[in-house]
């Protein structure tokens, strides 16, 4: 019997781990790969959650990591903005990052169960009981951190699952590390036909070159990713240019299928679910990362006060959706909405031409799916 086990070990599952090890509770966390692993990720943190990080015992400021100060965002037609971002961020890799954060989390005393699949969560009698290929499991309390879609989803029939709205479902995702020539202090966000892709320095002189599109755009170019780069990326000038000349440094680029920026539930029969489980910001805004995070500060406060005796399991269960949502909401209705008017080429050359002339409306605009230090 754990006092909290924690389905998957990303950046949420493994902040609050470490957290609630720290306040001396008995935690497992389960991740079905095994680390350092890479994973279909934009890899900008926005410089919201680096004290966050620090304190959790990342040495970020030792490892002379690449700080993002602008944006660069261009057109199939040749428009372009370049705009100073409000906070700015920084790149790391979710190679480097997650491995990191594991062992810390390995250090605090977190029971971590990794190459473990989690196959089902039931809630009874005030316990959870959680069915995995490691035997079976007990807690008090259980956090679902699996990322953007799991089986476990299809499973439990989940809303955003059964839900098959043409407009935010079915997208496909696509990573790549690149070298090249691109600038340590911006990022570019290179828009094209149902999609873009987002090109920003990571550690080692690295770049994560990370795109998005709608998965027609993929059958329309016969499953191909070769083709769709070629024939519909590359119509953007700057994405031909990229495609082109750098250095492609994966023998194969990471996918992801099927995603869905739908609302999402926070708690659903009594688990707690934590970053992209709880809610997807589109990659475009570059901070489901820091949402992630600061996530998992959120439900580690709710989950204290109530294995404390605080609150009773339907207070933690309120508070935490209630201050989830007060987070989070403006930010993925900010999201979205870019989204829905970065689908198409007329609808984005018609945003970007109206935006032009107003950077104070550019930063506001940008600020709406960034956070404040937490």
């Not at 755009?217 to 083709?227: A, V």
């Not at 209630?322 to 979205?336: I, P, T």
Request: proline share 4%.
């Amino acid at each position: 019997m754990f006092d909290v086990t924690i389905t998957g070990g990303g950046l949420a599952g493994l902040a609050l781990s470490i957290q609630l090890a720290r306040a001396g509770y008995n935690v497992a966390l389960f991740e079905k790969d095994t680390y350092p692993h890479h994973k279909v990720c934009g890899e900008y943190i926005s410089l919201e959650s680096w004290n966050f990080l620090e304190e959790l015992g990342l040495p970020l400021s030792d490892w002379n990591l690449p700080i993002i100060k602008k944006l660069l965002l261009t057109t199939v037609a040749g428009q372009t903005i370049e705009q100073e971002l409000p906070l700015g961020g920084f790149g790391i890799s979710r190679y480097k990052i997650d491995a990191a954060l594991a062992d810390i989390a390995k250090a605090a005393g977190v029971q971590l169960y990794v190459g473990v699949k989690v196959t089902d969560i039931a809630f009874d009698r005030d316990h959870f009981r959680i069915e995995t290929t490691a035997g079976v499991f007990e807690s008090r309390v259980a956090c679902a951190a699996y990322g953007r879609r799991s089986n476990l989803d299809i499973k439990w029939k989940r809303d955003f699952i059964r839900r098959r709205g043409p407009r935010l479902n079915n997208y496909v995702g696509v990573k790549y590390h690149v070298q090249g020539p691109f600038p340590a202090d911006l990022i570019g966000l290179h828009l094209f036909d149902n999609g873009y892709c987002g090109i920003s320095r990571v550690e080692d002189n690295n770049c994560c070159l990370c795109y998005m599109t709608r998965a027609k755009n993929l059958q329309l170019s016969g499953n191909s990713l070769q083709k769709m780069e070629k024939d519909i990326l590359s119509q953007n000038p700057y994405l031909k240019e990229i495609f082109s000349n750098a250095d492609f440094l994966f023998e194969q680029p990471l996918t992801i299928s099927q995603i869905s920026f739908e609302p999402r539930g926070q708690v659903e029969e009594h688990l707690l679910f934590i970053g992209d489980a709880a809610g997807m910001i589109p990659p475009l805004s570059g901070n489901g990362m820091s949402m992630a995070l600061h996530g998992s500060k959120i439900a580690f406060g709710c989950i204290d006060a109530y294995l404390n005796g605080q609150i009773a399991r339907y207070e933690m269960e309120q508070e935490y959706t209630d201050r989830w949502r007060r987070q989070m909401n403006r930010r993925l209705l900010a999201g979205r909405f870019f989204q829905r008017w970065f689908a198409g080429k007329r609808r984005t050359n018609l945003l970007l031409y109206s935006l032009k002339p107003f950077p104070k409306l550019v930063s506001f605009l940008i600020s709406q799916t960034h956070g404040q230090p937490f």
